[in-house]
């Protein structure tokens, strides 16, 4: 069986009692990186026999580990923070198990596109994830297709990143279209800022971006 663990974005006790069962249970655990991983289970006081498995070596390892599942071992997947899968490795992974006829879970937890949606202020009752915009070929089509949205559309940016989307947006979706953006979800800095577009990119190149940035877009009237 494969149990994809979501961990903490930021505050550890987002750690579920349910995750470190899992975690114990299981004969291995796949890591995007060993050291994150390492660190967050050493100060849950667990133990578990960790293994790489990464953007840069899923489609290596990815047959051996769905054999071994399919022969009766257990496995859980983390990713840095967040749920696996997200805008993180996964979904290879969880594709392959299902074609095996392997059993996949996943437990609720972390990620952060829900709480800055929330605390956006903007319908979320129907929206679109694009997780990270792509960053030369094809960003303009999908900046194109954001500002044609009717939905609540979220996004997210590194830091050095957005002041250039920023203006981006005020190009294609005007200088009024309401945006929200959060950063350093559920950590000692949280902060999240609203406003027009224009409004947000003055803030940001007047506020040098720091941090994890989960953007949220409101639809087009």
């Known amino acids: 069986m494969l149990t994809v663990v979501p961990t903490p974005i930021g505050n550890l006790s987002d ?11 299981a004969d291995f655990v ?18 578990a026999r960790l ?18 599942l399919a022969a009766g071992a257990s496995a859980c997947l983390c990713s840095d923070a967040g749920t696996p899968a997200i805008s993180d490795p996964g979904f290879l992974l969880v594709r ?43 960003r303009q089509t999908r900046l194109k297709a954001l500002a044609e949205e009717p939905r609540t559309a979220v996004m997210y940016e590194s830091p050095h990143r957005m002041v250039k989307l920023m203006g981006e947006l005020v190009e294609h979706c005007g200088a009024d279209r309401p945006v929200s953006v959060s950063r350093e979800l559920s950590k000692k800095f949280e902060e999240t800022v609203r406003g027009g577009a224009a409004e947000l990119l003055a803030h940001f190149e007047a506020h040098p971006p720091k941090g994890e940035f989960v953007v ?6």
């Open 15 to 25: 750690f579920t009692p349910r995750a470190e069962e899992a975690i114990q249970a």
């Open 51 to 68: 293994r790489a498995f990464h953007a840069h070596n899923e489609h290596k390892v990815l047959d051996g580990v769905v054999s071994e």
């Open 216 to 221: 949220v877009l409101g639809g087009k009237p």
């Open 30 to 47: 796949l890591a995007e990186d060993t050291r994150t991983t390492g660190s967050l289970l050493r100060l849950k006081g667990l133990e």
């Open 96 to 138: 392959a198990c299902i074609a095996a006829g392997v059993e996949v879970q996943c437990l609720p937890g972390a990620t952060a596109f829900v709480p800055a949606l929330v605390v956006s202020g903007l319908p979320c009752d129907r929206f679109v994830f694009e997780g990270f915009l792509p960053h030369k070929k094809g």
